[in-house]
């Protein structure tokens, strides 16, 4: 069964935007924590984006502090990343996660049960 569905990605030039979604079914964002991962060729998997079930706290790291931007929509059942600013390294496979508990740090995919099957955003000239 299907739990996460991504959308939105595609190719940009360095300095565009995309916005990026996250259908997630059979559970709701208002009680899992719904993270942005991503991984590119030759590159660890990276926890770009996070929002928290309960509060809707939202963790970034530092690399895409600013010019990324996580939001929900509790209605629709989707979260957004609101990717501004592009650059080359941000070329990579994206990912959206889900977990009901947060065991550690937010960006530590091994604690993540739930995973889409991943979109391919490409920043290039």
């Known amino acids: 069964q299907v739990h996460l569905v991504e959308s939105g990605g595609g190719l940009v030039q360095p300095g565009g935007s995309l916005s990026l979604s996250c259908e997630v079914f059979?559970?709701?964002?208002?009680?899992?924590?719904i993270t942005w991962f991503r991984q590119a060729p030759w590159k660890k998997r990276e926890g770009v984006s996070s929002i928290s079930g309960r509060d809707g706290d939202t963790y970034y790291a530092d690399s895409v502090h600013g010019p990324f931007s996580i939001s929900r929509d509790s209605a629709r059942n989707v979260v957004y990343l609101q990717m501004n600013n592009l650059k080359r390294d941000d070329t990579a496979s994206y990912y959206c996660?889900?977990?009901?508990?947060?065991?550690?740090?937010?960006?530590?995919?091994?604690?993540?049960?739930?995973w889409g099957q991943g979109i391919q955003v490409t920043v290039s000239s």
């Open positions: 996660a889900a977990v009901s508990t947060l065991g550690m740090s937010w960006n530590k995919s091994m604690q993540y049960d739930y």
């Open positions: 059979v559970f709701n964002v208002d009680s899992n924590t």
